[in-house]
Structures are given as structure tokens and as C-alpha cells.
């Protein structure tokens, strides 16, 4: 893409753009609230800036480059959205209705490295990450497609770095989208509406702990144990639990009063889920003394993963213990698993490839 994607740049880099076309700084600002407060996808719609000027920022920029593939619409609400890159890579979206708020849940990376068994997302590998403008067009078009263009969402948004793609690994891009949505000119998002989730990319734990105005973070712990962990999600072995849960006490320091951290633990059924791992688990982060609550996920079963989730009688088992030994721990219900938009299912199916799920 040669133009310039105008969604991804802040207030004053589409201010210097305008600028640099001998254009006063409120263009930059018109411009701006255009795409973000207005949620417009071209600024063809943008009638109140005069033609010639639309057409001389044409030449240099675009306001849109995701293409809308495919959209599923599940049985509770949840929407997904397949969308694809100029460069033909795809992005996956979900918009989960909630009756206070809504809650998007965006990708930062198009496929992913990291190899979790249990997430069908890395069977796709890396294809790319996604930039800073790929992944506030994604909340762009969700929230289009909820309210239509332009209108005022009846509820504030909820975003979660939940989607394809370990966020850590597209830092910048992550942390700039968040700027831009943070923007009160803009979707005015700000950084405690967020949370992104990471498998344990630990030195960037250490340093989101640094960023001021920065996101809640999840931490995807899916194991009480190193050996376990090292089978289910392989990133272990580069980080293993001791050096995770050290980042994670020192990430604490941050915590604004009020904040607690979370971790999620998919349930598998019969690999992670027994009584013994859940007194493990509970050791494991009170050996830690950590401020965390727990989120117990069931699994979201999707052919050709070999797992199948946790009968609810053990979910709750589980839970009990957490909560004997003094761990907040709260049961997780998914979304939108019939359109495969739920944890660990988005692998850029089609309509066409869903196959029935196993449970
Ligand atoms: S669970 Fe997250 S980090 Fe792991 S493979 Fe799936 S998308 Fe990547």
C-alpha cells in the first residue's frame, strides 16, 4: 500500500499531513474527527470539506484498506467479522452485545507465532502483524456494522487484545491503535476500558508496567506447571512459569487501587482440570502472593483441536478449591461458539469450513 492509512495516525501526524498539503491545522482536526467520531470509511462522505481538498488527500492517503469478507451473526448476539488486509491476509473481529456495554475483541496480528495446542488461531502460523490503522479499522467497522456509520453507540465499548495473535508481539502497533482510540476528538476509548491478553511475553510485561496510561493485562496461564505448560503453550519454554510470575509481581506495582490482574485458565478435560491442579494452581500464585483473579474458561471445542472442554460439575469443582484457598476465580461464559468467534477458535474460517463443533 502506498497511501498513507489515515486510521492509523494520530491527531497531529493527520494535522502535519494536512499541513504538509498547505492546508490550516482544523482540517487536520476535521479530518480527524471524520474518521473517528463520524466512523466514516471514506472521506468521500466527508461533504463538509471542500471537493478538491478530498481529492488531493486521495492521491496520498486512504481512510480504509480492511475489506469486509464475511460477517456471522451467532445465536446469542455475537457477530465475527472476516475481514482482509490490502496484501490479502485475514483479520478476524468479534462484537459481543452486552446489555451494559459492548465489548469488541480485536486482533493485533493476522494468524500467529506462537503455537498454544489448544487455540486453532496457530494452526495458521504468522502471516503478519497487524499496523496501528488495521487494528482501530477493525472497531471501526464493528461498531459500524452494530450502529450504522456516523450513529452514537447506545453504550460504551469495552475492547479486548483477545483476538488472533499474541499483542506483545505487536507491541507498537497495539499501543499506538490504543493512543488513537483513546483520542477524546476520536472513539474515545481510553486505556481502562482495555485489556490484552498475552501468553507470557515477559519482558514487555515489564515494560507495559512502565506506560502510564496503559491497558488492563491478562496473562493466558492454562497450566499450574512447567511440564504441563510447555506441552499446551510452548512459549513456556522460553519463559517458564518462576520467570512469568515474577514479571507479574513486579507488574502489581502498577496496579491502580481498585485494579486487579487477571489470569485465564482454559479448561481441558482430563489434561488440566483435575483437583490436584486446581490445588497446584492455587499454590502456585499464593506462593506468588499475587492481587489476580483467575477467569476459568471452558474450552471451545473446534475440530481439528483434540481437546474437548471440561464437564461444567468440574469446572465448578475447580473453582471451589481456587476459592478455598483464597484465589478469586470466576467461570467464564463463551460466546458466540457456533460461529466460531470464541476464545482460541478464530482461524479465519468461512461459512463454507465451519464444522460442526464436538460438543
Ligand atoms: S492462544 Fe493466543 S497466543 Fe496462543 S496461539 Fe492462539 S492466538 Fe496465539
Redesign the pocket.
Known sequence: MNKVHLSGLLPAEVTSLLQELGEPAYRGRQVFAALHKRRLTSLAEATDLPKDLRARIDERATASTLTLESRYVSEDGTRRYLLKTHDGFPVETVFIPEERRDTICFSS?SG?????S?????QLGLLRNLTPGEIVEQVIVALNDAYGIGSETPHGTNLVG?????PFLAFDSVMKALRIMAEPTGLHIVPGRVTI???GIVPRIRELATIPDRPHLAI?LAAPTDELRDQL?P?NKKWPLQELLAACKEFEKSLKPGETFTFEYVMLDGVNDSEDQARQLANLLNRHELRAKVNLIPHNSAAPLPYLPSPPERVERFQGILESKGVRALVRRSRGRDIYAA??Q?AARGAEKIAPALN
Open positions: 496480528q500467529c507465532p506462537l503455537q498454544c489448544f487455540c486453532l488461531t496457530a483477545m483476538g488472533a495473535g499474541e491478553s498475552t501468553a493466558s503453550m512459549i476464545c482460541g478464530l
